[in-house]
């Protein structure tokens, strides 16, 4: 019956999930907003971030996680760019972030040249929202319409950069939690893990996972042995914690769906990735999972959805925060 019931989630999923992005309310935000002010931000946001990522591919999933640390403390509102700096605390430091995000010095180029274009005119919030969906684009995965006009935070939150980003070995529980707290649904959540299909890890966030002997023991499908192999190989039990592994072994540098084959296959990278299938007891999330590695499609269409969704979280506009000069630093 369980079986019987997660195939019709799916099928409905399949059916009703490739919802249009206009029908997605946009909030305060405008995709023209920049039209009359700065015509050409697209385009020099797009230039740079192909620049960055043609002599470092993996820039590009550097990019969508800097959108995705910003956006999860205090909201999309370019916080996470700032340096430590008088009362502010850089956000860079905290633990899910020092030595681990990456793409600042591509954020400043990028800054630099809209400064010589339209200054005082482009937030560095709006830059990681054009930078993310260009570089999801540059990897293959889908494009969407990004709503502008975001401002910039006048302040950091190094307690929220600990508190808010979801760590590498959460339950289920926690990140469907932390997901809620920000908006988002379960099914946000499915379809924005879909990013780890790029980019890497440290040895640090996986670790556990590879040598927890109690977890391969009460897992019913057996299913880690080889991959476990492959980690442990990677990250040896006494090794350092800054080598890394690619969170998709089947297609590291490619935006797809193999993410969740994988996962369905037991050799998602982080705790947080197998909990999606293991410890979904109700079925609507492994429903999820099934209908994004059964169509490609289906997830791209979700996963823009979700991140033009994530992108409108807690938005300064109007006369809120300011548009910096320097990302790095406040203009006063």
């Known amino acids: 019956m369980e079986v019987m019931r997660i195939f019709m989630v799916a099928l409905v999923l399949a059916l009703h999930g490739t919802e ?6 946009h909030g305060p935000l405008a995709v023209d907003y920049y039209k009359e002010s700065c015509p050409l931000v697209e385009d020099i946001v797009r230039r740079s971030v192909q620049t960055a990522v043609f002599k470092d591919p993996r820039m590009a999933a550097s990019l969508l996680r800097l959108h995705f640390h910003d956006c999860f403390v205090m909201g999309c509102d ?8 008088g009362s502010i605390v850089s956000e ?14 591509v954020i400043d180029e990028i800054k ?17 929202a054009i930078a993310a969906r260009d570089a999801v684009v540059l990897g293959g995965g889908p494009g969407w319409d990004v709503s502008l006009g ?3 935070s006048m ?17 289920l529980e926690t990140l469907v939690a932390n997901f809620q707290q920000h908006g988002l649904d379960v099914s946000d959540l499915v379809a924005l893990s879909g990013s780890h299909t790029i980019g890497k890890a440290r040895c640090l966030s996986f670790r556990q996972r590879a040598h927890d002997v109690s977890t391969q023991d009460h897992d019913p499908y057996k299913r880690y042995t080889s991959f476990r192999r492959i980690l442990r190989s990677i990250c040896p039990k006494s090794g350092k914690d800054n080598k890394s592994a690619p969170l998709d072994f089947t297609t590291p540098a490619r935006f797809d ?10 050799e998602g990278l982080l705790g947080s990735d197998d909990v999606l299938v293991t410890q979904d007891h109700g079925g609507e999330i492994k429903a999820q999972v099934w209908a994004y590695a059964s169509n490609q499609h289906l997830f791209f269409a979700g996963f823009a959805k979700s991140m ?20 790095r630093f406040l203009n006063s």
């Open 257 to 266: 769906n193999h993410y969740y084959l994988n996962i369905l296959q037991g």
């Open 78 to 85: 370019g916080s996470v760019l700032l340096d430590s700096e």
């Open 155 to 171: 302040k950091a939150s190094f307690s929220g950069a600990n508190q808010l980003i979801p760590a590498p070995n959460s339950s």
């Open 112 to 128: 630099y040249l809209l400064e010589e274009a339209c200054p005082y005119t482009v937030s560095c919030a709006d830059i990681l």
């Open 20 to 25: 249009t992005l206009s029908s997605v309310d």
């Open 150 to 152: 975001r401002r910039d």
């Open 308 to 327: 033009v969704k994530m992108g409108n979280i807690n938005v300064l506009t109007g006369n809120d925060g300011e548009i910096r000069r320097n990302c």
């Open 92 to 105: 860079k430091g905290a633990g899910p972030n020092v030595n681990s995000l990456r793409g600042f010095e």
